[in-house]
């Protein structure tokens, strides 16, 4: 039969806001999280990368939050552009290079 | 720098049939890992290679197998495919933690 898909919670922003992604991971013996953007038809592209010995760091409009307590990740991304939406997925490392993703969230940008 | 190629980009087989996909990493990459996407699972990691030795493995049946050269090119291969094989796979290399996707390539199992 038909499988069913995903339901991607979806985040809807206006052009020039702030956007603020959220993802909660499994593994508390992690100790590098990244995460992707995804654009339909392509494969994810790296947006920035975190370690567990920090709990913020910041790239080109992107931050990274870790807290490690609750086991979250969030992404913001400043001033928000229609070239932002995207799928957004964050992930973590288990063993080697090997990663575990999240689900993903669907980020729409409205002009 | 050239990036991650995958080929082929698209490819439509029947059931029972098996198939054999290739991803060429970036240049001085030695590890290479396997990812498969599908609307209902996301993405789910299938294994790593890294020297020619598979490092890590996922989940998944022995009908899903890999392996690596010593050029690092890596090829996957899925054996007696079913419907629910039909999925986008990523290949990625990487010389540390940051792993860097190819485009993919998309099976359709009929």
């Known amino acids: 039969g038909e499988s069913v898909g995903l339901h991607l919670p979806t985040l809807s922003v206006q052009e020039g806001d702030n956007s603020i992604i959220n993802c909660a991971y499994s593994?508390?013996?992690?100790?590098?999280f990244i995460w992707y953007k995804q654009e339909s038809g392509k494969g994810p592209q790296f947006i920035i990368d975190i370690r567990s010995n920090m709990d913020k760091r910041q790239g080109q409009r992107v931050t990274v939050l870790l807290n490690k307590t609750v086991k979250h990740l969030s992404l913001q991304i400043a001033a928000t552009q229609p070239g932002d939406s995207a799928v957004y997925f964050c992930?973590?490392?288990?063993?080697?290079?090997?990663?575990?993703f999240g689900k993903g969230t669907s980020l729409l940008v409205t002009p | 720098k050239a990036g991650v190629t995958q080929t082929p980009r698209y490819l439509i087989k029947t059931r029972g049939q098996q198939v054999t996909l290739s991803c060429s990493p970036i240049s001085g990459h030695r590890s290479v890992s396997w990812y498969q996407q599908t609307p209902g699972q996301g993405l789910q990691f299938l294994f790593e290679?890294?020297?020619?030795?598979?490092?890590n493995k996922g989940n998944f049946p022995g009908r899903f197998s890999g392996r690596q050269f010593s050029n690092s090119r890596s090829e996957m291969n899925v054996s007696t495919l079913e419907l629910g094989d039909s999925a986008l796979y990523l290949c990625a290399s990487s010389l540390a933690y940051e792993q860097f996707f190819g485009p993919g390539t998309r099976l359709t199992v009929l």
């Open positions: 593994n508390s013996a992690s100790d590098y």
């Open positions: 992930a973590e490392n288990f063993s080697g290079y090997a990663l575990n």
């Open positions: 290679y890294f020297s020619e030795t598979q490092r």
